[in-house]
């Protein structure tokens, strides 16, 4: 079942918590919304399952207007952050709730709901846990039964507010994953909310970036990383590395440190956005670039080692990262106080008074 926004205005008393949305979240995918604290995601979810009234706009499901339909009637399933399960019900209990609660004339006959749960045990892979009670499962385990709950009624949309949010980084990857596999078995629409772009970009078919009530980008995951069509959303995705410098023949230039450009944009300055896996590290400067370094520190985290870098001879507000591999890690040996230049591969410039990039590559040239 699709989800369409339709010009969704929401006020607070003065307060104006979401302006002019409009937004498609197609059938059977997962939609990500992700923004800041208090840019409205919430909202926006609590409006679409009916928990909350918009002043003005629509939500249809499926085409219908489905708008003044109160929430037991729009038939969609939650999942809550601090999702409190029935405490003095046992997980099989939890997950029949839905079920069992059901007005007598749409209730399933008991067999019927014993193997509806069962079989939704045996989806969250927790069969053998039919009759403890919450208070003796561990975090992940609660949230799966959570999101059996939420399930066992069959709703067409599944709208999930910061579901791993108070879970370790193991156990949120583990439930993203299996969260990820569920979904492609049954296809139901989900909605989830997250401030964690990472969480964002792996788990979803399409990101929504919001910004003080306002959609900013709507993208697949991978397209919205490439093409971030606004400073927010550049800023918002992920570690970058900025220069601000003056256009002078060609190039972006600012004490000691300065970039070719293969078109000089109009203006007399610019910033210069750059991804740390979109920049390399050598011993010499290119013809290209000149972007004098002081090695401040190496870690050495996951798959890659991360190069923290202080600029020498020019200004950076902040550290600059670059990503090496482990093969180049033991091939060049960095140490911490060491000098380097970074050489830009890709780059993403922001001309003056312009809130969109415009994306170069140096390629092999530099
Ligand atoms: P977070 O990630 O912190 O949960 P969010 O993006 O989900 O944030 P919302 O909870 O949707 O943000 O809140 C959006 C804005 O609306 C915030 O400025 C918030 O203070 C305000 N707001 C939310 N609920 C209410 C309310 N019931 N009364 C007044 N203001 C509210």
Redesign the pocket.
């Known amino acids: 079942m699709s989800i369409q926004i339709d010009q969704v205005n929401k006020f ?2 003065q ?1 104006q ?1 979401l302006h002019d949305v409009s937004l498609t979240i197609p059938e059977g995918q997962i939609t990500a919304l992700l ?1 800041p ?8 979810l609590r409006i679409i399952a009916g928990l909350e009234n918009a002043e003005q706009g629509r939500i249809l499901f499926g085409g219908e207007d489905i708008s003044q339909l109160h929430v037991r009637d729009r038939n969609v399933g939650f999942v809550f952050q601090h999702y409190a399960l029935f405490r003095h019900l046992t997980v099989a209990q939890n997950i029949a709730f839905g079920l069992e609660s059901l007005p007598k004339k749409q209730r399933p006959p008991k067999p019927e709901i014993r193997a509806t749960v069962a079989r939704l045990l045996e989806m969250i892979q927790l069969p053998h846990l039919a009759n403890r009670y919450p208070a003796q499962l561990s975090g992940g385990q609660k949230q799966r039964v959570a999101l059996a709950r939420a399930l066992a009624t069959k709703p067409r949309i599944l709208l999930l507010d910061e579901p791993f949010g108070a879970l370790d980084a193991r156990v949120r990857k583990d439930l993203r994953r299996w969260l990820r596999n569920l979904h492609d078995e049954f296809h139901f629409t989900s909605v989830f ?1 997250t ?1 964690d772009q990472e969480e964002a970009l792996e788990l979803s078919d399409q990101v929504v970036v ?1 910004s003080h ?1 306002r959609v900013e980008q709507v993208n697949a995951p991978t397209e919205l990383y490439a093409r971030p069509e606004s400073r927010f959303v550049f800023d918002f995705l992920g570690q970058v590395n900025e220069f601000s410098g003056q256009l002078r023949d060609g190039r972006l230039v600012q004490g000691d440190a300065w970039v070719r450009l293969p078109e000089s944009p109009a203006g007399s300055e610019a910033q210069l956005y750059l991804r740390p896996h979109e920049v390399r590290l050598t011993s010499e400067p290119s013809e290209q670039a000149h972007f004098p370094f002081c090695i401040e520190a190496v870690s050495l985290i996951g798959s890659e080692v991360r190069v923290e870098l202080k600029a020498q001879g020019w200004q950076s507000e902040d550290v600059w990262e670059v990503g090496i591999s482990h093969a180049e890690f033991n091939r060049r040996q960095p140490r911490r106080g060491d000098r380097c230049y970074a050489v830009p591969d890709i780059g993403h410039l922001f001309a003056e008074g312009q809130d969109q990039p415009r994306t170069i590559s140096w390629g092999d040239s530099a």
């Open positions: 607070y008393g307060f918590a923004g604290s208090g840019s409205g995601k919430t909202t926006l909310v401030h919001m009530g």
